[in-house]
């Protein structure tokens, strides 16, 4: 059993490592669709309201909620399948609750891309052209990101993966993660 969670600041990779994984038939658990879907429940637009979302469910439940949510799907992926990615990592009590549900069979990867790098990939997907319709800049997402503990878990990811290259580049990496018995250390 393998159960990677992937880490890291808006724009950085993580959608791209989570369809590799897809079109490796890795099932992937993306925890933003457990904000989606309590934004549907409280009849809020998820595109606007995502953030205010997350940190109400946070202040509601604790900093795990979304994470503790998560937890039946992950299993439910592991009846049928050795690995299982969990997308979306937020905060390092986030990483504890995975690291105390499946301990030693939990890694954490950490993709990296500076600012201006992800806010040029961003610009091309079109996420912050609706900051004038109510959404966030990329400075205010990784503001809040980082406020949930992002900086604390990333600082103590097993693993960090550059993204600065290719996107071909990038998704071999993630591919090489992928379909080895075991994440390979980090490489200095």
Do not use: W, Y
Request: hydrophobic content about 40%; glycine content about 8%; aromatic content about 4%.
């Amino acid at each position: 059993m393998n159960v990677i969670g992937i880490v890291g600041l808006p724009g950085s990779g993580k959608s791209e490592a989570a369809a590799v994984a897809r079109e490796l038939d890795i099932p992937v658990v993306t925890m933003g669709d457990v904000i989606r879907a309590e934004c549907r429940d409280r009849e809020l637009d998820p595109a606007t309201e995502h953030g205010a979302v997350a940190k109400a469910l946070r202040e509601e439940n604790g900093p795990a909620a979304i994470a503790e949510r998560s937890l039946p799907m992950i299993r439910d992926a592991l009846d049928d399948n050795e690995t299982v990615v969990v997308d979306g990592i937020r905060s390092d009590v986030e990483v504890e609750t995975f690291e105390s549900a499946f301990g030693e069979s939990f890694t954490l990867v950490s993709i990296h891309a500076p600012f201006e790098l992800r806010a040029e990939r961003l610009d091309l997907r079109g996420r912050d052209a609706g900051v004038d319709d109510g959404g966030e800049s990329l400075t205010e997402r990784d503001e809040r990101e980082l406020a949930f503990g992002m900086g604390v878990a990333i600082d103590h990811a097993d693993r960090t993966i550059e993204n600065t290259s290719t996107l071909e580049s990038f998704r071999e990496e993630i591919r090489a993660l992928l379909t080895t018995d075991t994440i390979p250390p980090e490489q200095n």
